[in-house]
T-cell receptor
Framework: GQQLNQSPQSMFIQEGEDVSMNCTSS?????WLWYKQDPGEGPVLLIA?????ELTSNGRLTAQFGITRKDSFLNISASIPSDVGIYFC???????????FGKGTLLTVNP | NAGVTQTPKFQVLKTGQSMTLQCAQD?????MSWYRQDPGMGLRLIHY???????DQGEVPNGYNVSRSTTEDFPLRLLSAAPSQTSVYFC??????????FGDGTRLSIL
């Protein structure tokens, strides 16, 4: 089946630093999604990307849909303590609804 | 608008017991799905449904049953619980082509 490689697995940064994480796939996706999960809660959608090459921002977050349709990255600028959590990428291919998730990036921000 | 509601939030079972995890959404979404989340494994798809009366298997369906008698509800059944089914279970829903919305999860322990 489809597999997503998400890196890094974890990051420990100082408040104010910028963060970058990415996902690569062995298959082409039509949609890339980035979710954040806080402890004890379900994943919450951050950014959705629908077109190869698309660059989309949501506040301090910026994500891009790779031109090959096999990768995506998420940047967080000027990190703050509430950015702590697990970030997941997810890809959706073809006409079906199914998502394939990366294994997540655990972000820790030191105040 | 309650979104995706999962019950119970926590459950402890003995090996061999059966139980049903409930999921309900009030957004009239045609697509609903169940995932399990295990440390280091990300979210893995168990079963999904593209509409009332239609269900299909995901990546890890063994040991789980589902049904979709209404648009709103998508229960997940464990017929004979096993310790390997200890996990956090998430339900999600969406319109076709739209990002999935997640519930807050059910934390299940099998002793």
């Amino acid at each position: 089946g489809q597999q997503l490689n998400q890196s890094p697995q974890s990051m420990f940064i100082q408040e104010g630093e910028d963060v970058s994480m990415n996902c690569t796939s062995s298959s082409i996706f039509n949609t890339w999604l980035w979710y954040k999960q806080d402890p004890g809660e379900g994943p919450v959608l951050l950014i959705a990307l629908y077109k190869a090459g698309e660059l989309t921002s949501n506040g301090r977050l910026t994500a891009q849909f790779g031109i090959t349709r096999k990768d995506s990255f998420l940047n967080i600028s000027a990190s703050i303590p509430s950015d702590v959590g697990i970030y997941f990428c997810a890809g959706q291919g073809g006409s079906n609804y199914k998502l394939t998730f990366g294994k997540g990036t655990l972000l820790t921000v030191n105040p | 608008n309650a979104g995706v509601t999962q019950t119970p939030k926590f459950q402890v079972l003995k090996t061999g017991q059966s139980m049903t995890l409930q999921c309900a959404q009030d957004m009239n979404h045609e697509y609903m799905s169940w995932y399990r989340q295990d440390p280091g494994m990300g979210l893995r798809l168990i079963h999904y449904s593209v509409g009332a009366g239609i269900t299909d298997q995901g990546e890890v369906p063994n040991g789980y049953n589902v049904s979709r008698s209404t648009t709103e509800d998508f229960p997940l059944r464990l017929l004979s619980a096993a310790p390997s089914q200890t996990s956090v279970y998430f339900c999600a829903s969406s319109y076709k082509g739209q990002p999935q919305h997640f519930g807050d999860g059910t934390r299940l322990s099998i002793l």
